[in-house]
Every structure is written in C-alpha cells, then in structure tokens.
C-alpha cells in the first residue's frame, strides 16, 4: 500500500489546523499548501476544512478521511515493521521533461523504482520551458530541463552539456533523406544548413525516427548524446547548437530528504 504523498500533507494540515502552521512543519511555502489542499479537494469532490478567521476547521468528511488514512498506516507499519521511518524515498515524486531528455536517464529511474519500494514514481511529458512553470506551479517535484531561466525560487543542478548535430550509424549512408524533431529546430533553419536538395522527415517521436532511420540508412539531427547511446556513432556534420541540461527544483525542496537522495543520483 502506497499513500499518495499530497495525502501525508493532508494529515499533517489536519493535526495543525493551520496551513501556516503545517507549512512549517513541513518545509514548505503556505502557498503550495493551499494549492494541494484544492487539488485533493477537486479529487474527492468535496470540502474537507471550512475557512473561518480563526483558521481552518476539518469537515465531516475531512474528519473521515483523516481518520481512515491515520488507520492505513497504522496497519502499514504492523505489516512493514514501520519501514517508513527509514532513510528511504516515500510518497509520490514527479518528474517533468522532454522525452528527449528523460530517455537519457532511463537507468537512474529505473534504479529508483526498484530500489525505493516506498515511493510512486510519475513522469509528465513536456518542453523545458513548461516543465520549469510546472515546477513554480509545484505541480512537478522534479525537471530535467535544457538551458531554463533563472528563477530565485528554483535549484538548478548543472548535470552535462550536450550537442545538436547531424549523424548516422554507417560509414556510407543515404545522402537524400534527414530525419528531425521539429522540436529540435525548424525546416527553415535546417535548408540553411544542409540545401533544398536532402528530403526533410520531421519525426517528433524518438523510437520511431531511429527506427527509420536505420531502416533508411540516413542522417538523422539528434542530440549526440543520444546518437551515441543508439550506435549512431558517425557524426556528418559540425554542431548545429549546444546545450547545458540540469536538474531544477524549487529551493524550499534543498533540505528534505527525497531531495537530497535524488540529488545524489543524479
């Protein structure tokens, strides 16, 4: 049994009767507080606490729902021998990018999954620049992001600089035919570099434009780290753009232990 981390937070609001108070506790922004409690509101669909100006009060059905995951885990710890109290990752961690990106750390996850039997992992699938507003938006714990903007709010871990270029898995290769993301880079700048002369194949889906292009014996404009990890080892052209990915995280996060652990792993 897993309880959803944004229901953890849920207890701990209950006991304070305070989302300042429960934010402190938690290390966390009030705002953010708020912002779940909706969120699990608009879930069950209905009112857990009643807003007064003395703070806030638990509704019936809140005081149910207290009361039923107080019993979850009481039960869980019997069962686990209350694991849950050890160093290990706990509740639910969103992670947000491109699939571009994510794919390249495809062994760190699946590390986490089975290593962390505690904690539920989810992915959501976006540009750099929504997955950073995302994170503001404490929608994502976590973004593997290219390049992103400077936030006061965030952590930006610096992990490696990659680049864009144009590359093939064979020595001789079709010269007629480009496979791209129109994520990576538009068809007008593409004739800029490579003439009218090579048929463009805008692909945005990863696994099949590698596909094809193996299948097509042609050039394909990826990032080379990932040309590298799928033996596209034969770089035909100078670098069409560089990139520095890091991992970001909002700054309140810096201290808390799934942080910390995270962090490490990556």
Same mark, same amino acid.
């Given at each position: 049994?897993?309880?959803?981390?944004?229901?953890?937070?849920?207890?701990?609001?209950?006991?304070?009767?305070?989302?300042?108070?429960?934010?402190?506790?938690?290390?966390?922004?009030?705002?953010?507080?708020?912002?779940?409690?909706?969120?699990?509101?608009?879930?069950?669909?209905?009112?857990?606490?009643?807003?007064?100006?003395?703070?806030?009060?638990?509704?019936?059905?809140?005081?149910? !729902?207290?009361?039923?995951? =107080? +019993?979850?885990?009481? #039960?869980?710890? *019997?069962?686990?021998?209350?694991?849950? @109290? %050890?160093?290990?990752?706990?509740?639910?961690?969103?992670?947000?990018?491109?699939?571009?990106?994510?794919?390249?750390?495809?062994?760190?996850?699946?590390?986490?999954?089975?290593?962390?039997?505690?904690?539920?992992?989810?992915?959501?699938?976006?540009?750099?620049?929504?997955?950073?507003?995302?994170?503001?938006?404490?929608?994502?714990?976590?973004?593997?992001?290219?390049?992103?903007?400077?936030?006061?709010?965030?952590?930006?871990?610096?992990?490696?600089?990659?680049?864009?270029? !144009?590359?093939?898995?064979? =020595? +001789?290769?079709?010269? #007629?035919?480009? *496979?791209?993301?129109?994520?990576?880079? @538009? %068809?007008?700048?593409?004739?800029?570099?490579?003439?009218?002369?090579?048929?463009?194949?805008?692909?945005?889906?990863?696994?099949?434009?590698?596909?094809?292009?193996?299948?097509?014996?042609?050039?394909?404009?990826?990032?080379?780290?990932?040309?590298?990890?799928?033996?596209?080892?034969?770089?035909?052209?100078?670098?069409?753009?560089?990139?520095?990915?890091?991992?970001?995280?909002?700054?309140?996060?810096?201290?808390?232990?799934?942080?910390?652990?995270?962090?490490?792993?990556?």
């Amino acid at each position: 049994m897993i309880i959803k981390h944004d229901y953890v937070k849920f207890l701990t609001i209950y006991e304070e009767l305070s989302l300042s108070k429960a934010a402190v506790k938690l290390d966390v922004y009030q705002a953010a507080l708020s912002k779940l409690l909706s969120k699990i509101e608009k879930e069950l669909n209905y009112k857990l606490f009643i807003r007064t100006n003395r703070g806030i009060l638990p509704t019936e059905q809140g005081h149910k !729902l207290y009361t039923h995951l =107080k +019993k979850q885990i009481e #039960k869980w710890n *019997i069962f686990s021998g209350d694991i849950s @109290s %050890q160093d290990t990752l706990t509740g639910v961690i969103r992670f947000g990018g491109h699939p571009i990106i994510l794919n390249q750390f495809d062994s760190i996850f699946s590390k986490i999954i089975s290593e962390y039997q505690l904690a539920e992992i989810n992915f959501s699938f976006a540009r750099s620049k929504e997955a950073v507003r995302k994170v503001l938006d404490f929608d994502l714990e976590f973004a593997l992001v290219v390049n992103p903007t400077l936030f006061n709010d965030l952590v930006m871990k610096p992990l490696y600089s990659d680049e864009i270029a !144009l590359f093939s898995n064979k =020595k +001789k290769y079709n010269k #007629k035919i480009l *496979i791209y993301n129109p994520e990576l880079t @538009s %068809q007008e700048q593409l004739i800029k570099k490579v003439g009218k002369k090579i048929k463009l194949m805008p692909i945005a889906n990863l696994s099949l434009s590698l596909s094809i292009a193996k299948n097509l014996n042609c050039q394909i404009l990826i990032p080379k780290s990932i040309a590298y990890n799928h033996d596209f080892r034969i770089q035909t052209s100078h670098s069409f753009s560089s990139s520095k990915i890091y991992l970001i995280y909002r700054t309140e996060q810096k201290f808390m232990f799934n942080t910390r652990l995270i962090t490490n792993l990556f």
